[in-house]
């Protein structure tokens, strides 16, 4: 005979060990995903049920273990951003003589921080075949103005070889245009949009609505046109705050669409993983013309900044998208990792790439690698 405490403990190692079974299967994320939705609906009968069972209650507190180190994980996305820059003269092409090449005579190594709690996230750049893994299937879009080619560039050079990335160099950065390319041997689907304006984005959106297609993920991020052309703080606000309800209502599970939305309760519906590409640091005396130097000043830099916050776009501030902190970023690679003061080194956007990996990582719950012996 059964009592509750023997049905509240099988239950317990069901969804205590199956899960790490099945992350050892090396399952997709897809299924993953759905897993993950099947197993919080089973959670959510389970505390509805509390009351009316007493031994359930044993089921439910040992459940509590489950989201506590989903909390963890929870907390290690928030400090996904937190990497270190070491900048140093490259001894062996050093030229005191001649200081027209100092940015290439520089090494800048990264490494996310080694402070306790970073740490125990254990964030780490993932190999080729890793990325491949990941990547495998999806659809990846990345819209936005010459931050977000460079970002592209970045992505592109983790998953093909050199001379495949020679190759594609021409049309990837053919000025103001759009790019798309299938990597066969992983059957992904990378587009980048031309998206200079907020706007441009805003209407993206609205194309994946209207078409009913969703990326895997989707990478976004304006702002620099807007401050040259516009050069209006508040205008951006305004902005991003119709960009924030656009993006919003793509969500299968939006706050907004309340109980009764549509698609409550399908866990077949994916999620697309939603990233905000962030503005970079301006070196005002390096940017290239009087226009923009006169412009594209400080305060008017951190009026845009603020506006980002101001809006919630970014999912720090209750919105949907996770910030890749290229401000901070290229803060701290700082003045040697650029030649025009806005455009950075690609180990900056590596970064942001590696950055955004992570993140997925930790958001499809899977950890590569580990049977791959
Ligand atoms: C340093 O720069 C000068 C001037 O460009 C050049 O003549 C010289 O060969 C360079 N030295 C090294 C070690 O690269
Ligand atoms: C700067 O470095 C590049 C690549 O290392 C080299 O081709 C170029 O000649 C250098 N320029 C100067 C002025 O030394
Ligand atoms: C990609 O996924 C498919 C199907 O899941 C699999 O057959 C294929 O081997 C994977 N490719 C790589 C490069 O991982
Ligand atoms: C972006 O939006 C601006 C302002 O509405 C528009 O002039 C421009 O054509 C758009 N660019 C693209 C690539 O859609
Ligand atoms: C929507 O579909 C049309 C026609 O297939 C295509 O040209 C367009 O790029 C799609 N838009 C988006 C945002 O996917
Ligand atoms: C800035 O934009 C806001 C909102 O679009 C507008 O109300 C305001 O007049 C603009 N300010 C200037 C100086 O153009």
Redesign the pocket.
């Known amino acids: 005979m059964f009592g509750g405490i023997q049905i509240g403990v099988l239950a317990a190692c069901v969804v205590l060990f199956v899960p790490m079974g099945m992350a050892g299967y090396h399952l997709s994320r897809n299924k993953m995903l759905f897993f993950s939705g099947a197993l919080f609906i089973t959670l959510a009968v389970g505390v509805h049920l509390t009351p009316y069972f007493p031994s359930v209650s044993d089921f439910v507190t040992s459940v509590q273990s489950v989201v506590v180190f989903d909390n963890r994980e929870d907390s290690c996305i928030n400090l996904v951003n937190e990497v270190v820059w070491n900048v140093k003269p490259r001894i062996i092409?050093s030229?005191v003589?001649?200081s027209s090449n100092d940015s290439v005579g520089y090494d800048k190594i990264w490494d996310w921080s080694k402070n306790g709690k970073v740490k125990g996230c254990d964030f780490e750049k993932l190999g080729r075949g890793d990325v491949k893994d990941l990547l495998n299937g999806s659809w990846v879009v990345v819209a936005g103005d010459s931050q977000a080619r460079l970002l592209v560039q970045s992505v592109l050079s983790l998953l093909l070889d050199e001379k495949k990335m020679g190759m594609i160099m021409g049309d990837l950065f053919k000025r103001h245009s759009d790019y798309e390319i299938v990597v066969d041997e992983i059957g992904m689907k990378l587009d980048f949009v031309w998206a200079p304006y907020v706007v441009n984005l805003t209407n993206l959106m609205v194309g994946f609505k209207q078409n009913r297609t969703y990326p895997d993920v989707l990478v976004i991020g304006a702002g620099l046109w807007h401050m040259l052309h516009v050069n209006n703080a508040s205008d951006y606000d305004i902005a991003l705050e119709n960009l924030r309800s656009s993006v919003v209502s793509l969500l299968p599970f939006s706050p907004e669409l309340g109980t009764d939305g549509p698609v409550t309760g399908s866990v077949s519906v994916r999620s697309p993983h939603l990233f905000w590409l962030g503005m970079p640091m301006l070196i005002n005396s390096m940017l290239n013309t009087v226009e923009k130097r006169e412009k594209m000043n400080d305060k008017i830099w951190h009026a845009y900044y603020g506006a980002l916050h101001n809006s919630r776009i970014l999912r720090s501030y209750g919105g949907p998208l996770l910030l890749l902190d290229i401000q901070s970023l290229s803060w701290n690679c700082g003045p040697r990792c650029t030649n025009d003061g806005m455009h950075y080194d690609g180990t900056v956007y590596e970064a942001a790439v590696h950055i955004l990996l992570n993140a997925l990582l930790i958001e499809s719950h899977q950890k590569l690698g580990s049977t791959e012996f």
């Open positions: 092409s030229n003589s001649d």
